[in-house]
């Protein structure tokens, strides 16, 4: 078609997506146009800015590697990975789940791990963890047999992909549910992290005053055939940054009871010291077991990298929707999210209250 005006340019593009025979990629396709046409007009976009995004989502792609992935970073902090997620477990957003984003470090092949055994794998600073995973089925019966990836940060703060002076698969595991549906392991108890600033995530996150802070996490990742794989991660529930997380994942049902044991005989003879326990079930739904495709391959060679820690800026002037200008008291915000009420609403499934979740 000939383009008269710049209304004729969406029905041009929507005419020729119409050809698509795939009707789900016509579906995405023409509703992808229909909201970016909406969009740029909305915004005025100017040409300067039109060439700035190109530049932008070009320097996402220069950024990733096979040891870091940019896209999934960015999606994480656009909210688009959690949103992604809550649409499409807990009986398709209806109910709470304890199902979280991938994130952009998981793995293929971790090392298969004897329930109880360890997932440190070279000296790695502080206090032991002691964890026991329940998996479940949403009746509340065992899933025995399902296959468990489990993965997090050393306390340095650093994935062992990204970080040459830890061992290949250090923090990383593979289990097997036992008959009780239960997996079981040794590890450190895991400490919040700052996500890489060093590309485009780094340029949003300080163009718009933020952290880059993930508050302390353990990842897991549950495979049974019969079952939607279960993709989660379990948060510390004495972590600062729980409600500021750089990559909007934190929901109530996934705040662990994180336990602190100052006396009394640690579950291995080596422990001396202050060691903590956690214990979790997850409920997990019918459906097709899939493995997602591993954001990244490889190990980082080299230098351990330095990772800069951005500073949340408080208080500041926002413009609201319908375009004034009004003052955004940060301590009244976060005074409001502390409120009972002003949290997710309140669900009668897995976990009630913050980090009450028990098997
Ligand atoms: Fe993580």
Redesign the pocket.
């Given at each position: 078609m000939i383009i008269r005006t710049q209304e004729d340019v969406t029905q041009a593009v929507l005419s020729e997506i119409a050809r698509a025979p795939d009707p789900r990629f016509r579906e995405i396709m023409s509703s992808l146009v229909r909201h970016l046409h909406a969009f740029v007009r909305e915004v005025k976009l100017t040409e300067a800015e039109f060439q700035a995004a190109a530049n932008y989502i070009v320097a996402i792609g220069q950024k990733s590697n096979e040891t870091h992935n940019e896209a999934v970073l960015m999606a994480g902090a656009l909210g688009v990975s959690t949103l992604v997620c809550l649409l499409n477990n807990g009986n398709t957003g209806a109910t709470e789940t304890t199902a979280n984003l991938l994130?952009p470090?998981w793995r293929a092949d971790s090392p298969r791990t004897p329930n109880g055994g360890s997932i440190v794998r070279s000296p790695t600073p502080g206090e032991p963890i002691f964890v026991n995973a329940w998996i479940k089925d949403l009746e509340g019966r065992p899933v025995a047999g399902a296959e468990v990836d489990v993965w997090?940060?050393s306390t340095e703060g650093y994935?062992e992909n990204q970080d040459p002076v830890q061992a290949d698969m250090n923090l990383r595991g593979k289990f097997t549910s036992d008959a009780d549906g239960r997996i079981a392991f040794r590890s450190i108890k895991p400490a919040g992290?700052p996500i890489p600033v060093d590309g485009p995530v780094g340029d949003l996150l300080r163009a718009q005053g933020r952290a880059n802070m993930?508050p302390a996490?353990l990842?897991f990742l549950i495979y049974k055939p019969g079952f939607k794989t279960h993709i989660s991660?379990v948060y510390t529930d004495d972590d600062p940054d729980l409600e500021t997380d750089s990559q909007f994942g934190v929901t109530r049902a996934l705040i662990g009871h994180y336990v602190r044991h100052d006396n009394g005989p640690a579950p291995a003879p080596d422990v001396t010291g202050p060691w903590y326990s956690l214990d979790y079930t997850f409920r997990i739904e019918p459906g097709i077991a899939k493995w997602p495709r591993p954001p990244i391959t490889g190990k980082a060679r080299g230098e351990r990298p330095a990772i800069e820690r951005l500073k949340r800026r408080e208080g500041g002037d926002a413009k609201d929707l319908q375009g004034g200008q009004r003052r955004i008291d940060d301590d009244a915000v976060r005074r409001r999210a502390r409120r009972p009420d002003a949290r997710l609403p309140a669900q009668s499934g897995v976990a009630g209250q913050r980090g009450q979740n028990r098997p």
């Amino acid at each position: 078609m000939i383009i008269r005006t710049q209304e004729d340019v969406t029905q041009a593009v929507l005419s020729e997506i119409a050809r698509a025979p795939d009707p789900r990629f016509r579906e995405i396709m023409s509703s992808l146009v229909r909201h970016l046409h909406a969009f740029v007009r909305e915004v005025k976009l100017t040409e300067a800015e039109f060439q700035a995004a190109a530049n932008y989502i070009v320097a996402i792609g220069q950024k990733s590697n096979e040891t870091h992935n940019e896209a999934v970073l960015m999606a994480g902090a656009l909210g688009v990975s959690t949103l992604v997620c809550l649409l499409n477990n807990g009986n398709t957003g209806a109910t709470e789940t304890t199902a979280n984003l991938l994130g952009p470090f998981w793995r293929a092949d971790s090392p298969r791990t004897p329930n109880g055994g360890s997932i440190v794998r070279s000296p790695t600073p502080g206090e032991p963890i002691f964890v026991n995973a329940w998996i479940k089925d949403l009746e509340g019966r065992p899933v025995a047999g399902a296959e468990v990836d489990v993965w997090h940060s050393s306390t340095e703060g650093y994935y062992e992909n990204q970080d040459p002076v830890q061992a290949d698969m250090n923090l990383r595991g593979k289990f097997t549910s036992d008959a009780d549906g239960r997996i079981a392991f040794r590890s450190i108890k895991p400490a919040g992290y700052p996500i890489p600033v060093d590309g485009p995530v780094g340029d949003l996150l300080r163009a718009q005053g933020r952290a880059n802070m993930r508050p302390a996490h353990l990842h897991f990742l549950i495979y049974k055939p019969g079952f939607k794989t279960h993709i989660s991660q379990v948060y510390t529930d004495d972590d600062p940054d729980l409600e500021t997380d750089s990559q909007f994942g934190v929901t109530r049902a996934l705040i662990g009871h994180y336990v602190r044991h100052d006396n009394g005989p640690a579950p291995a003879p080596d422990v001396t010291g202050p060691w903590y326990s956690l214990d979790y079930t997850f409920r997990i739904e019918p459906g097709i077991a899939k493995w997602p495709r591993p954001p990244i391959t490889g190990k980082a060679r080299g230098e351990r990298p330095a990772i800069e820690r951005l500073k949340r800026r408080e208080g500041g002037d926002a413009k609201d929707l319908q375009g004034g200008q009004r003052r955004i008291d940060d301590d009244a915000v976060r005074r409001r999210a502390r409120r009972p009420d002003a949290r997710l609403p309140a669900q009668s499934g897995v976990a009630g209250q913050r980090g009450q979740n028990r098997p």
